[in-house]
């Protein structure tokens, strides 16, 4: 919408950073919630799982600020401590969220684990 476009453009001025040639991008999409036993347990031996945020544009956007872009991401979370968690983390690695919706909804979340070498991976939503 007309209105989140400005709010991006808002996030991103040349004059928050200081630095007149910096990258900028913006990237839109899905966040999700990696669940995931320690080590090389399967699901049914775990007495815990291990809580990872991501989505593929939540983990570039942090790959990008981790080399010094300036990244923002824009999508949606729920509006609760989940969201709110997922906002966190995005900025403990640098990631803009100022254009983070938080409304109704739920977060996407995916199940994974090593197994025998190899990768086990499925999704819920």
């Known amino acids: 919408t007309k209105e989140q476009w ?12 200081g630095l007149k040639n910096m990258e900028k ?4 999409g899905e966040p999700l919630l990696r669940l995931s036993p320690e080590g090389y347990q399967r699901f049914a031996q775990a007495d815990r799982l291990l809580m990872h945020f991501g989505g593929a544009e939540a983990n570039v956007a942090v790959c990008l600020a981790g080399l010094g872009k300036d990244a923002c991401f824009v999508g949606k979370v729920p509006d609760n ?4 968690a997922f906002k966190a983390s ?10 983070i919706v938080s409304g109704e909804g739920r977060l996407g979340i ?6 025998d070498g190899s990768i086990r991976a499925f999704k819920r939503f």
Do not use: H, N, Q, S
């Open 90 to 99: 995005m900025r403990k690695y640098g990631v803009y969220t100022d254009c």
């Open 6 to 17: 400005e709010r991006i453009k808002a996030v991103l001025p040349l004059e928050r950073t």
């Open 25 to 28: 991008v913006v990237l839109l």
């Open 81 to 84: 401590a989940l969201g709110e």
């Open 110 to 115: 995916y199940y994974f684990y090593i197994y």
